[in-house]
Structure formats: structure tokens, C-alpha cells
């Protein structure tokens, strides 16, 4: 199962073929436009299924089927957290819980973590399913940890570990939080501002069945997106 998590800094619908080209099962696009605003080029592939999610049909997060995997949101959506999106993915026999990400700063603060902080505590529940992954863009990382700030970056790892929930590209790499070799994000696309904001948390269900963990490239994806497309690839 290939699942795929790229901003893809809005238009989604002029840039699919190229994210297409990895052949994600699943893909989480945060940015993306309406369901009903996606005209696809001729030639696109398209989705078995979607879900999208979003107050501005310009740019929203959308959730996108590729494989035999149907989408459904579950009952307890918390509208409070802004793009924060609790998902049952199914195939067959085969489901999982999805929590698919793009984190906004809340209204009444600048803390991009703090709606993933209360979002990880209002699903805790889901999250003690066997089977859960969590991915999109988080806009935190550890080196912006202030002190005393309860709902850091690092904070929210260590709520998610205690769940035996880790990061895949950390899991892989074997690198710390705060320490990534490799960026996801370039700031105004420019390769000399580059950061680590796009994650996929997964359970010990499916870390132990990790084969890899690819991060795009600056120069294969700054036309598209100031955002890399992060791509994991775990066993069936």
C-alpha cells in the first residue's frame, strides 16, 4: 500500500498527472480544490473515490482513492478542528483509521500545533485501533518548540509514540525530531529556506510493515508546490 501526502499549493486539478506518476492508493492533498472545481486535464486518472473537505472551495483537503479503498468520514468529526479529518479506509477485508491533516493556526492564536494537540486528545479513542495513520501537513516541527508551551511539536510526538504511533520518515531514517536531513517544505519555493513539515504517523500495525519512505525532490517539485510530496510505501 502506497499512501501519499503532498500540499500541493492549490489548483490541484492542473497538477494530479505528475503525483499521479507514483501511483499512490491513497492520496492526501491538502490544498486541494472542491470536488466540484476538479476538471482534470484529458488523460488524468481518476479517483475510485473522494472525500474533500473545506469552507473555500478553492482550497480545502482532499482525500483520494486510487486503489480499491472506499472513503467514509466517521461519525465523530470534530468541526472545531479545522482540516483535521477522522477517515475509515476500506478494501474488502482490509480498513484502517485515517486521520488526514492539514493544520491551521486556531483563531485565537498563532500555534499551528495546538489544533493537532486537541485533535489527537478529542480522537484518542480512534487512536487505539490496531490499525490508524495519520498524515498531512502539520505546518510544526520541533525546532520551533517554545518552552512551556504544552502543545508543542514535541509534545504531540510523544502523545502519539505513548500510543505506539511514530513517524514513518523518522522510523526509516532513524533521524530525530527536529534533525531531518531532508525538507518537505521550501519557504516561498526557495532551496535555501527549507523545512520538515509534512509527516505520516502510523501504528506498529503497519511501521513494522514499512519498505520505504521517499521525499520529492526540490527540483523535480518546485514548479508545482513549495511542499514535497512525502510517499511511503508499506507492505500489503
Not at 484502517?96 to 483563531?107: D, G, M, Y
Not at 520551533?144 to 504531540?156: C, F, G, L, V, Y
Not at 518537505?184 to 510493515?209: E, G, N, Q, V
Request: aromatic content about 16%; charged content about 25%.
Amino acid at each position: 500500500m502506497r499512501i501519499i501526502t503532498w500540499n500541493c499549493n492549490m489548483a490541484f486539478r492542473k497538477k494530479a498527472m505528475p503525483i499521479l506518476i507514483e501511483k499512490p492508493d491513497i492520496l492526501i492533498v491538502p490544498e486541494s480544490e472542491s470536488p466540484e472545481k476538479l476538471k482534470f486535464k484529458e488523460g488524468t486518472p481518476l479517483p475510485n473515490d473522494i472525500f474533500w473537505y473545506g469552507d473555500n472551495p478553492n482550497k480545502g483537503i482532499g482525500v483520494y482513492s486510487y486503489g480499491n479503498y472506499t472513503i467514509s468520514k466517521i461519525k465523530d468529526h470534530n468541526p472545531d478542528f479545522r482540516y483535521i479529518l477522522p477517515l475509515l479506509i476500506k478494501n474488502r477485508g482490509f480498513e484502517f483509521i485515517l486521520l488526514a491533516i492539514w493544520c491551521q493556526k486556531p483563531q485565537n492564536g498563532d500555534n499551528y500545533g495546538s489544533n493537532t494537540w486537541n485533535a489527537i486528545h478529542y480522537y484518542a479513542k480512534l487512536l487505539k485501533n490496531e490499525k490508524v495513520i495519520i498524515a498531512g501537513d502539520f505546518n510544526s516541527n520541533s525546532y520551533w518548540d517554545k518552552p512551556n508551551r504544552e502543545a508543542n511539536h514535541t509534545n504531540i510526538v510523544y502523545k502519539l509514540n505513548k500510543e505506539r504511533i511514530n513517524s514513518a520518515y523518522h522510523v526509516f531514517y532513524k533521524e530525530e525530531q527536529g534533525h531531518e536531513k531532508k525538507p518537505t517544505f521550501f519557504l516561498y519555493k526557495d532551496i535555501d529556506k527549507p523545512y520538515h513539515l509534512d509527516y505520516c504517523f502510523a501504528s506498529d500495525y503497519f511501521t513494522k510493515r514499512l519498505k520505504d519512505v521517499i521525499i520529492g525532490t526540490h527540483k523535480d517539485w518546485k514548479t508545482y508546490s513549495d511542499h514535497m510530496p512525502l510517499i511511503i510505501d508499506f507492505e500489503d
